[in-house]
């Protein structure tokens, strides 16, 4: 079940950056982590902070009230209305290759201007790193676009066109 963040979840939200944080450029450092808390707060306040938690009793949640704040927190998604984009997707390694991306994917969607492109930058096809994401993009139907440079890493901008 997806559910925007809130400032309840943001050590388990900040435990799970800090677990994956290798695999993204600009949060090398204890300063970038920090900084990095600071926006995902910011993206709570503003209902553009979505998370996947892994509920013990998922057959005794009847509504989102039954889920706990404190639960461990398996996957994230930022998006920007404003940029009308997805800003950062991350989901735990034990979780990986069970829908949490997808599931996480689909809701920003629904959230963003389907009627303009859809941006997302993400890892260049030859990087390792990059294999993952670049299949749940394109399964979802973002084509490759221009070659980029964010945080002094070598990334690939892929868009949603309407």
Known sequence: MV?????KDIDAWMALV??????FPGLETTEKL???ERIVLQFMEEKRALCVKDVKNIKDVKDVKDI???EKIIGVLLFSTKHNMICCLAVHPDYRNRGVGS???KEALGK????????VSTFREEDEKGKA???LYKKFGFVEDELIEEFGYPNQRFILYP
């Open 18 to 23: 800090n677990l994956v944080s290798w695999n």
């Open 112 to 119: 963003l201007d389907r009627s303009k492109r859809i941006v």
């Open 103 to 105: 599931a996480l994917l």
């Open 34 to 36: 920090e900084e990095h």
């Open 68 to 70: 706990k704040d404190n």
């Open 3 to 7: 559910l925007f963040g809130t400032k």
């Open 133 to 135: 994401p670049r299949a």
